[in-house]
């Protein structure tokens, strides 16, 4: 059973446009939700993540948007660079549950120049 | 760069054979986790240490074996594998089991032939 599911699997998108990728959660009592970034023959890296007292959190080019009636959380990549090519993948967790992070199926992001 | 280590990167081996995995984290964590990446499904928690004692086996056969014989060292003892055990090995280590922050290694290509 997926708790968290994430769409697109594979997205592509031209250089300085905007990526968007979704993640729907079912366990109301998640309360983190990070997002890795992964490049090829490397693990999975911090990229940003939120909590649920807020809505929306940016980082340079990065966005997360928060959705806690409807479940749901999306990662917005402005200004799309080549070299954010990658796997992204959404994960959450209930830190009164040991913090065992639950992650989505995985998003394969090109950015074509 | 990270601070978590595995060795071999890649692994061939036969359903009869025995081999361990190697991770090592230089970040003075306290908590380390094993994780199976298979393809097009989600990262797969196995294992989760903390301050060296098993914390969660998320029901993994026992052809699997961690072993955590300090807070910096986690092994994965493999034997009489099947080749759909063939996956990307990740460990990943947090301060403890309660922080959010999972730093990830680089991952070991397993193939089981």
């Known amino acids: 059973q997926q708790q968290v599911k994430q769409s697109p699997q594979s997205l592509i998108v031209q250089k300085g446009g905007i990526s968007i990728i979704n993640c729907a959660y079912e366990n109301t009592a998640f309360d983190y939700f990070p997002w890795y970034q992964q490049f090829p023959g490397k693990g999975p890296a911090l990229l940003i993540a939120i909590r649920p007292d807020v809505s929306e959190k940016k980082e340079g080019r990065f966005t997360i948007s928060f959705n806690k009636s409807a479940k749901q959380f999306s990662l917005h990549i402005m200004d799309s660079q080549p070299g954010d090519s990658a796997t992204y993948f959404c994960?959450?967790?209930?830190?009164?549950?040991?913090?065992?992070?639950?992650f989505g199926g995985g998003t394969r992001l090109m950015v074509k120049p | 760069e990270t601070g978590v280590t595995q060795t071999p990167r890649h692994l061939v081996m036969g359903m009869t054979n025995k081999k361990s995995l190697k991770c090592e984290q230089h970040?003075?964590?306290?908590?380390m986790y094993w994780y199976k990446q298979s393809a097009k499904k989600p990262l797969e928690l196995m294992f989760v240490y903390n301050f060296k004692e098993q914390t969660e086996n998320n029901s993994v056969p026992s052809r699997f074996s961690p072993e955590c014989p300090n807070s910096s060292h986690l092994f994965l003892h493999l034997h009489t594998l099947q080749p759909e055990d063939s996956a990307l090995y990740l460990c990943?280590?947090?301060?403890?089991?309660?922080?959010?922050?999972?730093?990830f290694g680089p991952g070991t290509r397993l193939t089981v032939l």
């Open positions: 994960a959450a967790s209930d830190n009164n549950a040991g913090n065992m992070l639950t």
């Open positions: 970040l003075g964590h306290n908590a």
């Open positions: 990943a280590s947090s301060q403890d089991p309660n922080t959010d922050t999972q730093y």
